[in-house]
């Protein structure tokens, strides 16, 4: 009988499961685990803080649609996790994190006084879908398929598996086997009912005006043709939650960008049936409630998502389906192109071309902000100058306060799933990590992310990680020395006409919002990074395409003027979001 231990088990079970990276810091505390990784052929990538391992793991789940795994140490290593945790699982991303505990008999309770050890398992699992702590090593096998089960059932999340050191690392005699995924968790998703398909696509048919708001249940079931096909069958107007956006192309004449925020409420109030297909309706989809959607007695509402729990949590519904979205949505799909004879299209048709008008008189108002070549520059540019030398299956990443609102508005998606952002969570820094997620995920294009000079302070060290991986992302730092949109709150709440009059107040008049300099540019090439410093829009591509022609990690510090940045487009409306909508 051979020997074994806990951790060289758990890497052959995510080895049959087909994991081919890892996420996270060497430790001895779990060396049985990830010394097998490393045998059996498994990448373990490392960063600087555990806490981008989350981000990474996260990222690289997204937009791959594989299970993204994450480990850390007992204690500290645990502690930095966290917040990434608390993100992934927001974002609803299929992260598994492993990690180590101190032993048995000191924690699970703690005894007094152990070393590095606190309730890992408990504080977890207030955060995670699933948070164990392994009892012994003949437990060992059972729960980590507990733990892999957990990932692939339900909304994506975190789910959390902890591990006792001396369990991890201990070698036993003992001959475990290694089960085959199918032998303990479903492997197809789950099938609509036929009945259900039939009444959906009836109500949907027989719609004067029909819409479809599409959530990140797309993405995680790659459902992005399906979807298209029941948009051009009904010709009806796609929406999105903030975190699905793109799962249409937005160069689809049926796509209503979440940019576009007046033409999605004009769209949501005038629909009289609605197709929600993976998204819970949250409080970015206003909840779905007047006056930014429809009243609900006069809106027939469907609802499709993987987890029951959620149908009609915000909206009452005429219909609830639990089912994978490609399923239902290529059954639907089949079912309306027999009906379109049914339907009035040509009235569908004149509605879709009167909101493509109006998107395109926004897009054009919005697009006289790169008429403005002063210096420094006006942020318009870099997300639009970007879009030209990225192609357009190259991933973004988005991060920061206003950095993220310019980019999102100055930055069309022509292929789904090619953004990332913490639309969920707005969580500052994760980006870096998410763009090495990203390039992890796919070696052969290059990844693209603009993030505020802010955020960007909180994670400047995973530049090294890029460059020690040769990961190709070109970091574009948006830099106005300010924490911008906090600036712009405190500004109308101190001084609300002088802010109007003169847009800005002085450094005196404000609290705490302003930041020293960083050399950006010169803190990546002090880690072996290309860097750039540019400030007049005419530099911006020719430093960017320098930074593609590198071959490696870039880092481009991009000045741009603090007032015009600080206006950023739509600000009232993300205001009035956090407010409850008045309706019913």
């Known amino acids: 009988m051979s020997e074994t231990s806990g951790g060289e088990v758990l890497a052959r079970m995510l080895k049959a499961e087909g994991v081919e990276k890892v996420f996270g810091i060497i430790d001895g505390t779990y060396f049985g685990f990830y010394s097998s990784l490393h045998n059996l052929g498994i990448e373990i990538v490392t960063p600087r803080h555990e806490t981008c391992a989350a981000h990474m793991a996260g990222a690289y789940a997204r937009t791959t649609g594989r299970l993204g795994v994450c480990m850390a140490s007992n204690g500290p290593g645990v502690a930095n996790l966290l917040p990434g945790l608390v993100v992934e699982q927001a974002e609803g991303n299929r992260v598994l994190a492993i990690t180590s505990c ?25 955060i995670a879908k699933w948070s164990h702590a392994v009892p012994s ?12 089960r957990e990932c692939f059932e339900g909304r994506p999340g975190v789910v959390h598996l902890d591990v006792p050191e001396n369990i991890m690392n201990g070698k036993v005699k003992a001959e475990v086997a290694t089960w085959a995924p199918h032998q303990y968790r479903r492997l197809s998703p789950v099938p609509p009912l036929a009945e259900q398909v039939d009444r959906a696509a009836e109500l949907l048919a027989s719609a004067s005006a029909p819409m479809i708001h599409a959530g990140s249940g797309i993405i995680h079931s790659g459902a992005y043709d399906e979807l298209r096909r029941v948009a051009e069958a009904l010709h009806a107007p796609v929406t999105t939650s903030w975190a699905a956006r793109g799962v249409l192309a937005e160069t689809s004449e049926l796509a209503v960008p979440m940019i576009y925020v007046k033409q999605n409420h004009e769209v949501r109030n005038e629909a009289d049936a609605v197709l929600i297909v993976g998204s819970r309706l949250g409080e970015t989809d206003w909840w779905g409630k007047p006056p930014y959607w429809r009243r609900a007695s006069e809106q027939k509402t469907i609802q499709v998502d993987v987890d029951g729990h959620i149908l009609g949590a915000n909206k009452p519904l005429e219909l609830g389906v639990v089912a994978d979205a490609k399923l239902f949505l290529a059954a639907l799909a089949a079912k309306l192109e027999g009906l379109r004879g049914r ?85 500052l820094g994760a980006g870096i990590a998410q763009a090495l997620g990203a390039a992890a995920a796919h070696p052969d294009k290059p990844v693209c992310c603009i993030i505020g000079d802010g955020a960007m302070g909180f994670h400047p060290q995973e530049i090294e990680t890029a460059v020690r991986n040769r990961m190709r992302v070109v970091y574009l730092v948006v830099c106005d020395k300010q924490w911008g949109m906090v600036k712009m709150n405190q500004q109308f709440t101190l001084k609300p006409i002088k802010t109007l009059i003169f847009k800005s107040l002085g450094p005196d008049e404000t609290i705490k919002t302003d930041l020293g300099e960083i050399a950006f540019d010169k803190l990546a090439q002090s880690m072996g990074a290309h860097g750039e410093r540019v400030s007049d829009p005419a530099q911006l591509k020719p430093a960017i395409e320098r930074s593609l022609a590198s071959g490696g990690p870039a880092v481009i510090h991009v000045d741009v003027d603090p007032v015009k940045h600080m206006w950023a487009p739509g600000l009232m409306h993300f205001k009035d979001m956090h407010l409850e909508p008045k309706g019913k």
């Open 102 to 126: 101190r032993r048995p008999q000191i924690m699970y309770p703690d005894r007094g006084g152990s070393y590095q050890c606190f309730d890992q398992s408990g504080v977890i699992g207030k």
């Open 137 to 148: 090593f003949d437990r060992v096998s059972e729960m980590g398929r507990m733990a892999l």
């Open 343 to 427: 339907m009035n299209l040509d009235e569908r048709k004149r509605r879709m071309a009167k909101y493509r008008e109006s998107i395109q008189a926004e897009r054009k108002k919005l697009d006289e902000k790169l008429e403005d070549k002063s210096v420094p520059m006006n942020p318009a540019h870099i997300a639009h100058v970007c879009q030209q030398l990225f192609a357009d299956d190259s991933i973004l990443v988005a991060d920061g306060g206003n950095a993220t609102i310019w980019t999102m508005f100055f930055h069309e998606i022509r292929v789904p799933n090619t953004i990332l952002s913490t639309f969920k969570f707005g969580m």
